[in-house]
């Protein structure tokens, strides 16, 4: 058994491969599963060759739902969470829905520890909302009750991310479509950062493109970052257990968008598992000024822009 796990780590080295394994193993089981009013654990065991379910109540991770009234000063659109059809799973906890006949997306709070990050992204979002290269808000999800937060609405962009258009079609992007998105996701992250905010997880998987080949940023937060896009002065920081949230910041997210750029011209759907220092190859025709990006990847915060 030890053996044969260790041949799927191996083989599954993207994170998209390993969630689609995990849902086709107990895609059969969901509908014997007892799930619990609060939050159910799932823990997937192989156990002599069959696929063991283990179901217990997470206590620790209940959510207490923030009211309305956090809210209300924004004046946004309030939708029963009961208005909205189901329509497919895309990520965490990221659903696509329908609203009316339109398909949206619902973001849900991810876990008990997180209800101030979703409360950072909404008021981002809403003073964003003149902004042509952010992802639409369009209203805040609540429960049936009217009274507390359940999630957020935002536009649903028909081409997915970055990430996926990459891993899907390496060499078929043309320059002029990749240069156009690269001058869109800059317009995108200076308008974040105009606004007083930062995008915290600027990554190739958190820019969208929609269904007219525009680039949108999604998901601002201070969360952090996947292993692999974390700055180089943030490395101390993680390795002695800190909360690398508190040093999120202007230069860290410069810091991603020239690794994010550096994926757009080498059309790289995982920048992160990359060594270092990410290099563009000189005989590569791409503007001078492109290549330029590579500034942001600095060492140094202070060379960085």
Same mark, same amino acid.
């Given at each position: 058994?030890?053996?044969?796990?260790?041949?799927?780590?191996? *083989?599954?080295?993207? =994170? *998209?491969?390993?969630?689609?394994?995990?849902?086709?193993?107990?895609?059969?089981?969901?509908?014997?599963?007892?799930?619990?009013?609060?939050?159910?654990?799932?823990?997937?065991?192989?156990?002599?060759?069959?696929?063991?379910?283990?179901?217990?109540?997470?206590?620790?991770?209940?959510?207490?739902?923030?009211?309305?009234?956090?809210?209300?000063?924004?004046?946004?659109?309030?939708?029963?969470? /009961?208005?909205? +059809?189901?329509?497919?799973?895309?990520?965490?906890?990221?659903?696509?829905?329908?609203? =009316?006949?339109? $398909?949206?997306?619902?973001?849900?709070?991810?876990?008990?520890?997180?209800?101030?990050?979703?409360?950072?992204?909404?008021?981002?979002?809403?003073?964003?909302?003149?902004?042509?290269?952010?992802?639409?808000?369009?209203?805040?999800?609540?429960?049936?009750?009217?009274? !507390?937060?359940? %999630?957020?609405?935002?536009?649903?962009?028909?081409?997915?991310? !970055?990430?996926?258009?990459?891993?899907?079609?390496?060499?078929?992007?043309?320059?002029?479509?990749?240069?156009?998105?690269?001058?869109?996701?800059?317009?995108?992250?200076?308008?974040?950062?105009?606004?007083?905010?930062?995008?915290? $997880?600027?990554?190739?998987?958190?820019?969208?493109?929609?269904? =007219?080949?525009?680039?949108?940023?999604?998901?601002?937060?201070?969360?952090?970052?996947?292993?692999?896009?974390?700055?180089?002065?943030?490395?101390?920081?993680?390795?002695?257990?800190?909360?690398?949230?508190?040093?999120?910041?202007?230069? /860290?997210?410069?810091?991603?968008?020239?690794?994010?750029?550096?994926?757009?011209?080498?059309?790289?759907?995982?920048?992160?598992?990359?060594?270092?220092?990410?290099?563009?190859?000189?005989?590569?025709?791409?503007?001078?000024?492109?290549?330029?990006?590579?500034?942001?990847? /600095?060492?140094?915060? *202070? +060379?960085? %822009?």
């Amino acid at each position: 058994r030890r053996q044969r796990q260790m041949c799927i780590r191996d *083989r599954l080295q993207y =994170h *998209r491969e390993k969630n689609a394994h995990i849902y086709e193993s107990i895609r059969e089981s969901i509908d014997e599963i007892q799930f619990y009013d609060t939050v159910t654990n799932l823990k997937l065991e192989t156990r002599d060759g069959r696929l063991h379910v283990h179901v217990t109540e997470d206590v620790n991770e209940v959510i207490i739902f923030p009211p309305i009234s956090s809210v209300e000063y924004l004046n946004p659109l309030f939708i029963p969470e /009961s208005e909205l +059809d189901f329509d497919s799973h895309l990520s965490g906890f990221v659903y696509r829905v329908k609203y =009316h006949g339109k $398909d949206y997306v619902k973001k849900e709070i991810t876990g008990p520890d997180t209800v101030e990050e979703f409360l950072y992204e909404i008021n981002a979002l809403h003073a964003l909302l003149d902004s042509t290269n952010v992802i639409n808000f369009r209203a805040i999800v609540v429960d049936d009750s009217g009274t !507390l937060v359940k %999630g957020l609405l935002i536009d649903y962009a028909e081409q997915g991310a !970055l990430a996926d258009l990459f891993y899907d079609f390496k060499g078929e992007l043309s320059w002029k479509r990749r240069e156009r998105w690269a001058k869109q996701i800059i317009k995108g992250l200076g308008d974040i950062h105009e606004a007083g905010f930062v995008q915290g $997880d600027f990554t190739v998987s958190n820019v969208v493109v929609d269904e =007219h080949d525009n680039a949108k940023i999604i998901d601002i937060n201070r969360r952090g970052c996947p292993i692999g896009w974390e700055p180089p002065e943030f490395a101390k920081k993680l390795e002695s257990k800190q909360r690398i949230s508190m040093y999120i910041g202007v230069k /860290s997210d410069l810091y991603q968008l020239g690794m994010t750029l550096w994926g757009l011209a080498m059309e790289e759907d995982e920048p992160g598992r990359q060594p270092r220092p990410l290099l563009i190859p000189e005989d590569m025709k791409i503007p001078a000024y492109f290549r330029s990006c590579l500034l942001y990847t /600095s060492p140094s915060p *202070r +060379d960085r %822009g």
